[in-house]
């Protein structure tokens, strides 16, 4: 056989070692106080501020771009303002040189009639920078001036004078209006006038009859009242002179029963009884004195009744208090036993607590002891 060197087993040193390592993050995450007491997941939880940080940022760089965003449409909105009044304002300026230059009110040809000037318009410039085409007033043209000046006059007061015509043959068309409708309404007033009255007419008619049939309705009212009142007087003195000559006027004593048959007594009728006779009051109070005394026997014999009864509830009474008593003593002879007892308990106690104290736990641990405990996470 030959030796031969063969390399060790590595393997177990390594599992050793990986367990170690186990063990050991194994007791840092049990003791750890605040971990085991709170439950906190301190990577879960640096991961969430992480991502928060990062939302907060995204979001603010999102705002700052949405603000630059904001402020620059907003100065292209002040630029296109502002250029857009630039251009009014040359636009305005260039309008205002071409007016002014090339339709001047001088150069019109209606000047003269503006200015009222009569003929024409003197020319300061010099006819070569004027030209041809800028001639106004020619050589004859003036000779009928005066003459078509008074046409336009006659004429313009030709047409005044027709509008005046006009106008007033207008107002006379209107104001002929106005008196038709005027004419109109006095009309229509007078009929409503007229309908009113005919209409008052009516109910002061339809009220006289109303009056008349009321009136009649009244006396016929009045009629029946009267010989209602005849009928009531006649039928209370026909009632007066029967009560006055009946029996309970006149106090007939038989007139108050009636017979019965089968041998029962006579009815009294109630409407008619004037009061009992003697002889029956007399046998009335014989009656109410034998009620009377017995009545009164049936009370001294419940007074007698009562004596007993109270005598009896009286021996009763006083049994239960002797038994009240006799319980109440033997309540308190029980409890002075337990009290006894208790105490006899109670040095029992005591002696085998200063046992305990004194002699049997007299090693006291040291903090050796305590600190065996907790070494290992298993």
Known sequence: MYKVDLPLDQSMDMAVERRRSAEKARKARIFNTRLRVMGLDLDALNQQAQERKHQELAE??????????????????????????????????????????????????????????????????????????????????????????????????????????????????????????????????LMDVHQAALEEECKKAARLALDNYNQALAAERAEKMKEQHRREYRENLAEVQHTLTSDMMTECAEAAQRAEGGGRPPLVLA????????????????EQEAQRLERQRQREAEKVHDAAWNLQLLKQSRKAEEEEMRAAQL??????????????????????QEYLNKELYTNKPTKAYFHQFNTTSR
């Not at 630039?86 to 003269?112: G, I, M, N, P, V």
């Not at 410039?125 to 050589?139: D, H, K, T, Y």
């Not at 409407?271 to 014989?286: F, V």
């Not at 409890?335 to 308990?345: A, F, K, P, S, V």
């Open 331 to 352: 309540r308190r002879e029980r409890r002075m036993q337990l009290d006894h007892c208790n105490m006899h308990l109670a040095r029992e106690q005591q002696a085998h």
């Open 60 to 189: 603010r760089q999102r705002d700052n771009a949405l603000d630059k965003l904001r402020q620059y449409h907003d100065q292209l909105l002040l630029q296109q303002d502002i250029n857009e009044k630039e251009k009014r304002a040359a636009l305005h300026t260039d309008l205002t040189q071409y007016w002014a230059t090339h339709q001047r009110a001088d150069d019109s040809r209606d000047a003269d009639l503006q200015a009222d000037l009569k003929g024409a318009v003197t020319v300061t410039m010099p006819e070569a920078e004027l030209g041809p085409a800028s001639m106004q007033i020619f050589q004859g043209e003036g000779i009928g001036a005066e003459q078509l000046r008074r046409e336009q006059m006659t004429n313009t007061e030709r047409d005044l004078r027709a509008q005046k015509e006009d106008n007033e043959r207008r107002l006379m068309r209107i104001k002929h209006r106005e008196t038709l409708q005027s004419k109109e309404l006095m009309h229509q007033d």
């Open 271 to 286: 409407d008619r009884w004037k009061g009992m006779q003697p002889e029956q009051l007399s046998a009335i109070r014989r």
